[in-house]
């Protein structure tokens, strides 16, 4: 089932599942979404929609999931962000041919002390976020937020802490909003639409250079990624591949590596890897590079690998 139907059907479902009968859908609302999910997994011109994320705490009951995404021909309008020492709560309005569309309110069951609105022109595409995670009485939330559209800046909202993410996207490739939600916002996470099947995310680091400096790895079509090799120290040196296909394997050229470190380690697997999260800084006389590299518990479909040691 396509991800944008899944997500309708589930929304419908777990409002049908609120105590208040003034707060559950009518049978015309229930229909309304039901024949736009059918439509939805019907059509071959809809996108391609990955998640990327979440932050913060990304499990929960039924209730505190949501999920907001784009519908094809609308564009993101406004951002509501009601915020104090934290993110409370989020809501967000598109717009099509000049009709506005407000869309549920994520979180707020507890109120902060602003109310902020980040308004887009016309024009204006999300192009990334960044934020920090932190906790409150005793949740895991998200402390503060900002987004970043083709022309500016917008944020940040509520209270920075030391765990911070951040995600960038390539210009008309946002696709929607998702998390958990309860008093706060607990987790947030991005919907983006791929181009010709691959999406961009990033990059984290140094942005700009030389062609020389530039690297690119992809994978092949049916192609598994088996093997990766990291030489580190204090910082993360080079980068290796290896893909996997009908028993065949091939390994991508080393990137980086103009100077080695002091270990050299191996990740083997045999899934394709959902995250990578690490922690960048400026290394005087050297390009910028990753601090610390490691592939997250919920990143493979098998385990963590990292950072068990400075630098991986």
Known sequence: MKLRSLDSYSMIAYQCLKESRNERPTMGQILEELVNAFEHQASKKTPDIARVGPWGRKTG???????????????????????????????????????????EKAGGWNGGDTVSEVMFDEDEELIGINGTVGTYNGYTVISSISFFTNKSAHGPFGQATKSAFSVSWLNGSFSGFYGLAGYYIDGIGVYLKASEKIIWVGPW????????????????????????????????????????????????????????????????????????????????????????????????????????????
């Open 61 to 103: 009951g039924p209730q505190n999931y949501w999920s907001f995404i784009l519908e094809n021909g609308h564009n993101l309008k406004k951002i509501v962000i009601d915020h104090g020492d934290i993110i409370y709560s989020l809501m967000i309005t598109s717009a099509c041919e000049g009709v506005v569309h407000d869309f």
């Open 205 to 312: 680091g140094r942005d700009s250079g030389d062609e020389p400096n530039r690297w690119s790895f992809k994978l092949e079509e049916n192609h598994h990624l088996s093997k990766i090799i990291i030489d580190h120290g204090d910082l993360i040196y080079s980068l290796i591949f290896t893909t996997k296909y009908r028993g065949l394997y091939q390994e991508s050229k080393k990137f980086g590596g103009w100077i080695g470190g002091d270990k050299v380690s191996e990740m083997g697997r045999r899934y394709v890897t959902w995250e990578m999260k690490g922690e960048e800084e400026v290394v005087p006389d050297r390009p910028v590079e990753f601090e610390e590299l490691y592939f997250d518990k919920s990143t493979t479909s098998s385990r963590r690998h990292g950072p068990d040691w400075k630098g991986c």
